[in-house]
């Protein structure tokens, strides 16, 4: 393919990828309907588009799949913001081929870019202030679920608050015939490792296994046989009482003949894998044993044949397991035993030198720390659902990523204050060919600002809209709710900045990658 071509079919993919998801953009964009005809999802994020998106040359699926990268990049790491960098990353691309067909070197303008990316990233931390009120608060679910019913963002509102700062939010979702939401707090530990296997699950039509008042066996060993817990089986068979095994690994065999009692019904008791490896693995199994009051069996000491003991067992409240995680509601005496065990692992934090070593005492001061956070979505149809689900997560991740890093005010007006201050550092610290990186990103990052223009009707009054705003100065920009120019402050019209700076990474490492194959 020749360089001319090259360009010809990249341009192509651009423009198809852009007006793919352009009109989904912002507070007032429209959804879009993806699938096939026993499949259809209506959803507004770029994500979920540009995964369904498939086209019929390999070089614009080439191109398809390094944009679908960095959306997807933007997704895991703040859970919001694809539809922009899908935008961004095409707009770099377009306004970088426009300067190449000038003869600049490709090289030189990757470089360029990439120092503007730094400049850009340590402004927008600058410009960044930490969230401090309810109002802010609303603001960002606000701009980041759109269109979702007031009492959906109530809802995220109340999950937020009471996770806490260490807690989870788990969100659990049923097709019914009404549309329902609801949030509840469930005080316990929580870890991703659920049933063995679905032959443990007392009714087929639940997807989850629950025990009240279950004694706990803990150890990171394998058990290889079914007699190393013979006395505890017949303990509780005789108690009638319900058994949850957490271990390093279980038998074949020994799975069989759980699982051939469960299915007779002669003894309640589901085995779970222990969660996590090595020194995580160890030490969350100890904290466990601690707050259910029982003991960890470790295979640093026990023999690898040893039979347990009834003594052994620790208890829990409540236990609900899943196909993938498991909750631990704990019994109000465990609330002692949390307590001290918080205590004691802020002390050894204190002295502790080791990075990994800090780092597992925090996760394991948190996992402690915080109650789960389930949020119950109910619509009377799978698309609906489906749509309901993405806006809570948005509005969740949104939050979760401001309290990280902070708000700025709205990023599409932001970056019109940021274009002057940008010219000026690229004055005096591009070099050469580096300058021209300014007039791509220039044009690009002001694109966004312009599809939303469209999005509002307002798309005539783009030029004045920026010419207004820059006399105006920080932090005034167009709502384009109410369609006003305002102190975007004052009126809590806010973005998340870790959001901001993760676009602005993840679109120009991609744009770099493609302009340094020309």
């Not at 990828?17 to 959804?31: C, D, E, F, I, M």
């Not at 002669?266 to 029982?294: H, M, R, W, Y």
């Not at 009054?461 to 402050?489: A, Q, R, T, W």
Request: glycine share 6%; charged share 20%.
């Amino acid at each position: 393919m020749t360089n001319l071509n090259l360009e010809d079919n990249l341009k192509e993919a651009i423009d198809l990828l852009r007006s793919s998801v352009k009109a989904t953009l912002g507070p007032t964009g429209r959804n879009a309907i993806i699938g096939m005809s026993n499949n259809i999802k209506i959803v507004d994020d770029g994500a979920t588009i540009i995964k369904a998106l498939d086209f019929q040359k390999d070089f614009k699926n080439h191109v398809l799949e390094l944009v679908r990268q960095a959306s997807l990049k933007t997704d895991e790491v703040v859970g919001d913001g694809t539809t922009t960098t899908i935008i961004l990353t095409c707009t770099l691309l377009d306004e970088a081929l426009k300067v190449l067909a000038f003869g600049i070197n490709p090289l030189f303008l990757v470089v360029g870019l990439k120092k503007i990316t730094n400049f850009v990233t340590q402004k927008v931390k600058h410009f960044s202030f930490p969230i401090s009120s309810q109002s802010e608060v609303f603001s960002l679910l606000e701009t980041t679920m759109g269109n979702a019913s007031k009492d959906l963002k109530n809802g995220v509102y109340q999950a937020i608050v009471k996770k806490g700062k260490h807690g989870s939010i788990s969100i659990e979702e049923k097709q019914v015939n009404n549309n329902e939401f609801n949030v509840q707090v469930f005080e316990g530990l929580q870890f991703e490792k659920g049933y063995i296997s679905p032959y443990f699950l007392k009714n087929p039509e639940n997807s989850f296994i629950s025990l009240q008042n279950a004694f706990v066996l803990i150890t990171d060993t394998q058990i290889n046989d079914v007699n190393q817990i013979r006395k505890i089986l017949d303990h509780i068979k005789i108690n009638k009482q319900s058994l949850v095994l957490i271990a390093g690994g279980y038998d074949k065999a020994v799975l069989s003949t759980l699982i051939i009692n469960n299915l007779n019904e002669s003894i309640n008791v589901v085995p779970v894998k222990a969660p996590f490896f090595g020194l995580k693995q160890k030490t969350f199994l100890e904290d466990l044993a601690i707050v259910t009051c029982g003991n960890f069996l470790s295979s640093e000491i026990i023999k690898e044949e040893c039979f347990f003991e009834v003594e052994d067992l620790g208890r829990v409240k409540n236990i609900q397991i899943l196909k993938d995680r498991t909750n631990i509601s704990l019994l109000p005496s465990s609330k002692v035993s949390i307590q001290r065990r918080i205590l004691s692992l802020q002390r050894e934090l204190e002295v502790n030198d080791g990075v990994y070593e800090r780092d597992i005492l925090r996760q394991r001061i948190d996992l402690l720390s915080g109650g789960i956070v389930k949020i119950y979505l109910s619509a009377t149809t799978e698309s609906e659902l489906t749509y309901l689900k993405y806006k809570v997560e948005d509005g969740i991740n949104s939050l979760n990523t401001a309290f990280q890093e902070g708000v700025i005010i709205s990023s599409s007006n932001l970056v019109i204050h940021l274009i002057g201050i940008i010219q000026a550092w690229s004055v005096l610290n591009l070099v050469d060919d580096e300058i021209f990186a300014f007039r791509v990103f220039q044009s690009a990052f002001i694109y966004p600002f312009r599809e939303l223009c469209f999005n509002t009707n307002t798309a005539k009054h783009f030029s004045i809209l920026i010419d207004v705003i820059s006399e105006k100065g920080y932090p005034f920009g167009f709502d384009f709710k109410s369609l006003k120019i305002i102190n975007m402050k004052e009126n809590f019209i806010l973005d998340s900045s870790k959001m901001l700076r993760v676009i602005f990474q993840n679109s120009i490492s991609i744009v770099s990658s493609l302009l340094l194959s020309f």
